[in-house]
């Protein structure tokens, strides 16, 4: 066997086009209806029952508020991971350590340009993941791409291991900050947000949306959907598998690049920084449905409201309990995520 | 065919399972230098930190005390009643996992160590006093909270900091006192926790005090200390309730999101007030927190800074290390000196013998305590004790019990500027 | 059902384990009951008894080491049955890991009752969770990667939920009581008792029996024929339910086995050393370091990754003289370990069983 991905055998090259037109759209109109319906009945239910349990209106919109930005926060950090997952079939463990690099990157950026503005690191710290993202790929990742998913995921783990035991040998151990100027909170209908954060859930918009850009508007991008769509095909129409996995590992690691300057401003900036979002951001990239980008966004809300609102109404349990009930229930409801797979 | 393979890989396992027989007797040959010098004179104290993973900050410093407080005694003539013998510390790295932490303590045992001093987590501390106790070799805890470690009726292990519970019940007291001078007195406090051992234990020692001194607790709002990410809705229960203080018992990361959310939502409140709080008394913290975390008191074990000695401790810290001295350091600087001090009354290398020592102790500690440390017949240390900071002017200030204050509390205190 | 539906499954299936094809091929033809020597039997016997002399020449701490070992192999023996042979990708093992240690605790502790029942209890619970959640996935066609996800969630709401209820003590877990002699049936010895070993290795053996039965029996080899190949499977009359179901029951009550062992020794559990990510991780980094879907992978990977961590730590504790500017550095250790984790799986994808193996089975 030389097929560097198992597939159907027998799709055509005209098929693999068009499967891979339909790949990473987000919304399959006919079967997300009843979806979307269903959702916002549950959403609805879940806001008056935490309202009552509040017993303050404000609570309650800051709940919401803060859900979407912390959603935000979270597609943010998933979004990497998903492209990978939908591309390389990786569940890439080190993408939290990615995160956790790139704040570091950011400081000693801001650190050695005498106090810059932080997010003009994006245009170091971006290139830097990016090719670092491909020289794992390239070296560690791509000689066995052909072993099951357990394999690679282990390499993920070993890699996790390294960089954040690297950043504490090189930053030492003590917690670190990142200052953003500017920085103030405003008012969104009696709820107080941080500017930060509002940055932060733009940033994940445009991330989503310059994703979705490479991947439907370029040749590269309809390369890599071609491969995740059906590699072997794929390969029969001379596309380079093997440096798409490559492109897409990079992209991947640089978009968690971008997650972790954006967040940085109001992280604590430690080794494990990036490693605590590893759990959330798995839930995330399932009920946005692996591989589907725009979906990573939509799973980031769900994920961020359940969290708040479960907090009102389960005032006693950690509110990731709410979460995996709620993970739970859409995996076996919707096997797919919310919004399907990608391809 | 397969037959040979079979019986090559037979061959290949046993081969595996002797070179782990050896190269584990490596392991111990490494340590064995320790205990055939320990022979010669030298005596081995075990320090078991997290130097890895999330509590390294703490983990590395608390290493980094207790080499100072063993060059303290060596450079003052080592242990005296045994001609001088010299101590020396073997660390191990728990990595903050409680089986590592296990292991690590066999082997530290093994290797000749006298007595065991950490380990910062409680979980990795209930394993180590397990194995303390079932090997004889007296456990010193440094810092480890939970309250359960020493309610199991073990002998061999004992506790310098003061666990949850009292931590919670003389942070309310602090808090009390501190309102009360001010003659704004708690009428309703809202209390903010991790939701782990330690924020649960403290909590419910501060909640029967409260209400034993009619003060009312509400919201009581609990969180996910691993995972949160922000604490803005928390905040906004606490606004919404017209309580006049915030409780905080948490860590440092969460403390640092509790800050930015007070400083988004602006309660109207007297005093935020950590109880035990990882994050409000850490010269980190007036970086990392915005304004600077001004007006922010915590309660909590901390060296003591009407103590000359420890203000000169602190001071070679910093100049050796080049960072600021944490608690934790002085705690395991504590340990190292009490065990010491053990031995040398003693006069003995002996674990059994030192740890009845170590029992009779009145060391008189770095760390703020009501006295000598006396342990009961738990291994609680019913001296310890705690003091109130808070931050004024960019500098960590002690403010509480006003006979060792540097300066007086600023209560109401400016938060929601 | 369209194949946008099933597109995971097919990527799971097809990548399971080559090395598993040399062992037991599709069809029964070249399995191991083709030989009229059970080799298998003779090997495993031949380990134990070399293993139990273990506690006669090694120290107190190797000792220590080795029951770590012995943890890590069952776990990675009890994976391997279901992901490994079974073909269903577990990434929450520690949901059985830690029935089966709270189960063990609770009776003992509150009830004082035996461990050893509290291990059989603990077994049974463990089976019957994983066909409940298994029989759910494969009802809703969680497939693959999905189908990890799920005992993943699955693990962490058993660890959430444990973290608060009040009857498994909460957040603080349960320590095992200290008794003043030792006992077999309370299943407690002195420290640095070689009985602890000697038990757990038992456990080894057992865990590795039912491996070997399982792969010789007939259950065994139409589970494998359904990870292979589900539609030729259905096609002759296999009920896959049934055999995919049968080998998450197996696995999980052998897992199980394994949180006895462990509360027992380390004498203490909570939530996260029973439930946390970490367990499962161990399971599958064992298991697959060894050779995923071979008899022998999780006993080789145990051997290997349950020591190496400490190997690391010793050598860099008193490191040659070119490493010697790292000696002192907190977190070098484990960057070695990394280092090796990767290497090792990069350098023998298969396992290093199961590479070695299909190197000489090739000659």
């Given at each position: 066997m030389t097929t560097t991905k198992p597939a159907p055998p027998s799709a055509p090259p005209s098929a693999v086009v068009h499967r891979a037109t339909r790949s990473f759209s987000a919304l399959a109109p006919q079967r997300t209806r009843h979806t979307l319906l269903t959702t916002a009945a549950v959403l609805a239910a879940a806001i008056i029952w935490a309202g009552v349990s509040a017993g303050s209106g404000t609570v309650l919109i800051q709940a919401l508020v803060t859900g979407i930005l912390t959603g935000g926060i979270y597609s943010l950090i998933a979004m990497g991971l998903t492209l990978i997952y939908g591309v390389l079939h990786i569940i890439n463990f080190a993408n939290g350590a990615m995160v956790g690099l790139a704040m570091y990157l950011t400081l000693t950026f801001v650190d050695g340009t005498g106090g810059m503005h932080p997010y003009i690191a994006l245009i170091v710290v971006v290139p830097a993941m990016l090719a670092l993202g491909a020289v794992l790929q390239a070296i560690l990742l791509n000689p066995v791409m052909r072993a099951p998913l357990q394999v690679q995921l282990l390499i993920t783990i070993g890699i996790a291991l390294a960089v954040e035991n690297i950043l504490l040998l090189v930053y030492g151990p003590n917690p670190r900050s990142v200052a953003l100027p500017g920085n103030r909170a405003v008012k969104i209908f009696g709820a107080a947000v941080e500017l930060s954060r509002i940055y932060a859930l733009v940033g994940a918009m445009i991330l989503v949306a310059v994703l979705w850009?490479?991947?439907?508007?370029?040749?590269?991008?309809?390369?890599?959907?071609?491969?995740?769509?059906?590699?072997?095909?794929?390969?029969?129409?001379?596309?380079?598998?093997?440096?798409?996995?490559?492109?897409?590992?990079?992209?991947?690691?640089?978009?968690?690049?971008?997650?972790?300057?954006?967040?940085?401003?109001?992280?604590?900036?430690?080794?494990?920084?990036?490693?605590?979002?590893?759990?959330?951001?798995?839930?995330?990239?399932?009920?946005?449905?692996?591989?589907?980008?725009?979906?990573?966004?939509?799973?980031?809300?769900?994920?961020?409201?359940?969290?708040?609102?479960?907090?009102?109404?389960?005032?006693?349990?950690?509110?990731?309990?709410?979460?995996?009930?709620?993970?739970?229930?859409?995996?076996?409801?919707?096997?797919t995520g919310v919004f399907g797979r990608a391809s | 065919m397969r037959r040979h393979f079979t019986l090559a890989a037979a061959a290949g396992l046993a081969v595996a399972l002797a070179l782990t027989g050896c190269s584990g007797s490596a392991v111990s040959q490494s340590g064995g230098g320790a205990s055939s010098s320990a022979a010669g004179g030298e005596i081995v104290i075990g320090a078991l930190h997290p130097a890895t993973g999330a509590y390294a900050a703490d983990g590395q410093q608390m290493n980094n005390g207790a080499q100072m407080a063993v060059n303290a005694v060596n450079a003052a003539g080592g242990i005296k009643s045994l001609g001088g013998a010299k101590l020396k510390l073997a660390t191990a790295d728990t990595k903050g996992e409680p089986e590592t932490g296990s292991s690590e303590a066999t082997r530290l045992i093994q290797s000749g160590a006298v007595a065991l001093i950490g380990t910062y987590q409680s979980a990795v501390s209930t394993n180590v006093a397990a194995v303390a106790e079932r090997n004889k070799v007296p456990f010193v805890m440094d810092v480890s909270n939970a309250d359960d470690i020493l309610t199991k009726g073990y002998t061999y292990s004992f506790r310098l900091q003061p666990n949850a519970s009292t931590m919670g019940s003389l942070g309310f007291d602090a808090l009390q006192n501190i309102a009360g001078d001010a003659h704004k007195p708690v009428k309703q406090v809202a209390f903010l926790y991790e939701n782990g051992a330690f924020g649960s234990s403290t909590l419910a020692s501060f909640k029967s005090k409260a209400k034993a001194a009619g003060v009312k607790l509400d919201p009581v709002i609990g969180y996910d200390a691993a995972s949160v990410s922000d604490m803005t809705t928390q905040i906004q229960q606490v606004s919404a309730s017209g309580a006049d203080v915030l409780a905080v018992a948490g860590y440092y990361r969460d403390g640092v999101l509790v800050a930015q959310a007070v400083n988004t939502v602006k309660p109207k409140l007297n005093a935020v007030f950590g109880v035990a709080n990882g994050a409000f008394d850490q010269p980190q913290f007036v970086k990392d927190a915005p304004n600077g975390g001004d007006g922010y008191f915590n309660a909590n074990y901390a060296i003591d800074r009407s103590n000359p000695d420890a203000l000169a401790l602190a001071k070679d810290y910093q100049a050796k290390y080049g960072e600021t001295m944490r608690t934790s350091a002085a705690e395991?600087?504590?340990?190292?000196?009490?065990?010491?001090?053990?031995?040398?009354?003693?006069?003995?290398?002996?674990?059994?013998?030192?740890?009845d020592a170590i029992a009779s102790t009145s060391y008189k500690p770095m760390a703020a305590n009501k006295g000598p440390v006396h342990f009961n017949d738990k291994g609680e240390n019913t001296n310890a004790g705690l003091i109130a900071t808070q931050i004024l002017d960019a500098k960590i200030q002690q403010v509480y019990p006003a006979a060792g204050a540097e300066t007086k509390p600023v209560y109401p205190a400016p938060i929601s500027k | 059902m369209n194949n946008r539906t099933f597109a995971p499954r097919t990527v799971l299936q097809e990548r399971t384990d080559p090395v598993v094809d040399a062992v037991a091929p599709k069809g029964a033809g070249r399995t191991t009951v083709g030989n009229r020597v059970p080799w298998d039997y003779i090997v495993l016997v031949a380990i134990i008894v070399f293993g139990a002399t273990l506690p006669f020449v090694a120290t107190v701490s190797t000792m220590a080491i080795a029951m770590r070992v012995l943890v890590f192999a069952i776990m990675g023996i009890g994976w391997n049955i279901m992901s490994g042979f079974g073909g269903m990708f577990s990434f929450g093992?520690?949901?059985?890991?830690?029935?089966?240690?709270?189960?063990?605790?609770?009776?003992?502790?509150?009830?004082?009752?035996?461990?050893?029942?509290?291990?059989?209890?603990?077994?049974?619970?463990?089976?019957?969770?994983?066909?409940?959640?298994?029989?759910?996935?494969?009802?809703?066609?969680?497939?693959?990667?999905?189908?990890?996800?799920?005992?993943?969630?699955?693990?962490?709401?058993?660890?959430?939920?444990?973290?608060?209820?009040?009857?498994?003590h909460r957040q603080t877990g349960f320590t095992i009581p200290v008794r003043v002699e030792e006992s077999f049936w309370m299943f407690q010895f002195k420290a640095n008792s070689p009985w602890y070993y000697w038990i757990g290795l038992i456990m080894v053996a057992a865990a590795m029996l039912v491996s070997i039965v399982f792969v010789r029996s007939k259950t065994g080899r139409y589970t494998m024929a359904v990870r292979d190949d589900d539609v030729a499977a259905a096609?002759?009359?296999?009920?896959?339910?049934?055999?995919?179901?049968?080998?998450?029951?197996?696995?999980?009550?052998?897992?199980?086995?394994?949180?006895?062992?462990?509360?027992?020794?380390?004498?203490?559990?909570?939530?996260?050393?029973?439930?946390?990510?970490s367990v499962s991780n161990d399971a599958i980094i064992t298991a697959v370091v060894g050779g995923t879907g071979t008899i022998w992978g999780p006993l080789v990977g145990a051997v290997v990754m349950g020591p190496l961590s400490d190997l690391t730590t010793a050598f860099l504790r008193n490191p040659p003289q070119w490493l010697a500017p790292l000696a002192g550095h907190d977190g070098v250790d484990i960057i070695l370990y990394a280092i090796v984790l990767i290497a090792v799986v990069i350098l023998l994808p298969k396992g290093i069983y199961g590479t070695i193996r299909g190197k000489v089975t090739k000659r």
């Open positions: 850009l490479v991947l439907q508007k370029t040749r590269t991008g309809t390369a890599v959907r071609a491969v995740s769509a059906n590699p072997e095909g794929a390969r029969l129409v001379g596309i380079n598998i093997k440096r798409i996995y490559v492109l897409t590992f990079a992209i991947g690691t640089a978009a968690a690049g971008a997650a972790g300057v954006l967040i940085a401003p109001f992280s604590t900036i430690e080794p494990t920084a990036g490693s605590i979002f590893n759990l959330t951001a798995f839930v995330v990239v399932v009920l946005g449905g692996m591989g589907n980008v725009p979906g990573a966004l939509v799973g980031g809300f769900v994920v961020g409201l359940t969290e708040q609102l479960g907090a009102l109404i389960m005032p006693g349990q950690s509110s990731l309990l709410a979460v995996f009930i709620v993970f739970l229930v859409v995996l076996f409801a919707r096997p | 395991s600087y504590d340990a190292v000196k009490l065990v010491a001090d053990a031995i040398d009354r003693a006069q003995s290398k002996d674990p059994a013998k030192v740890r | 093992h520690a949901a059985y890991f830690g029935i089966g240690a709270y189960s063990t605790a609770l009776l003992l502790v509150r009830f004082e009752i035996s461990p050893w029942i509290g291990m059989l209890a603990g077994m049974a619970i463990a089976a019957l969770a994983g066909m409940g959640l298994s029989y759910l996935a494969l009802r809703y066609k969680l497939q693959g990667a999905y189908y990890a996800m799920a005992t993943f969630a699955f693990a962490e709401v058993l660890r959430l939920f444990a973290f608060g209820n009040g009857p498994l096609a002759l009359g296999l009920n896959a339910l049934r055999y995919r179901l049968t080998a998450v029951a197996v696995s999980a009550a052998v897992t199980a086995m394994a949180g006895t062992l462990y509360v027992q020794y380390y004498m203490f559990i909570d939530p996260s050393l029973a439930f946390g990510p």
